[in-house]
């Protein structure tokens, strides 16, 4: 591969980087070609873009973003392959439905909401991440239910007030 083609490359996953928050760095290796096409299929159902890619090339594009990646470099061993997604904790659950059925892929590591998470053992912790629109959702559930305790307590105090004023009404 030559020079010019390589560089092509680097910029290309360092514009994938910036136009997608998240992304997991996973090894696939030894999967035969019905079970990469079957994570490739699922990836595709849940809007996460699969990449294989030469370590040196990921890590130079690392080192053109503005954001620190160096708590990622060791784990650039070996078979890489980068889950681009726009939904921080999709490829987590993503992986461990597939693992129900197969070994791999296994997580390398992670780069979740502004942070780095490295190992294996992250994995449960990357599946329970809320994202945005989980968080959001959260939050707006919160603030309604004081506010339907609020007008549910004036319905049914509005109601016994009418209630006594009928019933003073009809004394006089």
Same mark, same amino acid.
């Given at each position: 591969?030559?020079?010019?083609?390589?560089?092509?490359?680097?910029?290309?996953?360092?514009?994938?980087?910036?136009e997608?928050?998240? +992304?997991?760095?996973?090894?696939?290796?030894?999967l035969?070609?019905?079970?990469?096409?079957? %994570?490739?299929r699922k990836? +595709?159902?849940?809007?996460?873009e699969?990449?294989?890619?030469?370590?040196?090339?990921?890590?130079?594009? +690392?080192?053109?973003?503005?954001?620190?990646?160096?708590e990622?470099?060791? #784990?650039?061993?070996?078979?890489?392959?980068?889950? +681009?997604?726009e939904?921080?904790?999709?490829?987590?659950?993503?992986i461990?439905?597939?693992?129900?059925?197969?070994d791999?892929?296994?997580?390398?590591?992670?780069f979740?909401?502004?942070c780095?998470?490295?190992?294996?053992?992250q994995?449960?912790?990357?599946a329970?991440?809320?994202?945005?629109?989980e968080?959001?959702g959260?939050? #707006?559930a919160?603030?309604?239910?004081?506010?339907?305790? #609020?007008?549910?307590?004036?319905?049914?105090?509005?109601?016994?007030?009418?209630g006594v %004023?009928?019933? %003073?009404s009809?004394?006089e």
């Amino acid at each position: 591969m030559r020079r010019d083609e390589k560089q092509q490359i680097v910029e290309s996953i360092a514009q994938q980087i910036r136009e997608n928050n998240h +992304f997991y760095l996973t090894d696939t290796a030894g999967l035969d070609a019905e079970a990469t096409s079957l %994570l490739r299929r699922k990836c +595709f159902e849940k809007n996460i873009e699969l990449v294989v890619v030469k370590n040196t090339l990921l890590k130079r594009a +690392f080192e053109q973003l503005d954001n620190d990646y160096s708590e990622l470099y060791d #784990v650039l061993k070996g078979s890489t392959t980068v889950m +681009f997604t726009e939904v921080g904790n999709a490829p987590a659950k993503l992986i461990k439905e597939f693992r129900k059925k197969a070994d791999k892929p296994v997580l390398k590591g992670a780069f979740v909401e502004e942070c780095a998470y490295v190992g294996e053992n992250q994995l449960e912790t990357l599946a329970t991440v809320k994202s945005k629109d989980e968080l959001i959702g959260d939050i #707006v559930a919160l603030l309604q239910s004081p506010m339907k305790n #609020v007008v549910s307590a004036l319905q049914s105090s509005g109601q016994t007030i009418v209630g006594v %004023l009928k019933t %003073l009404s009809e004394k006089e």
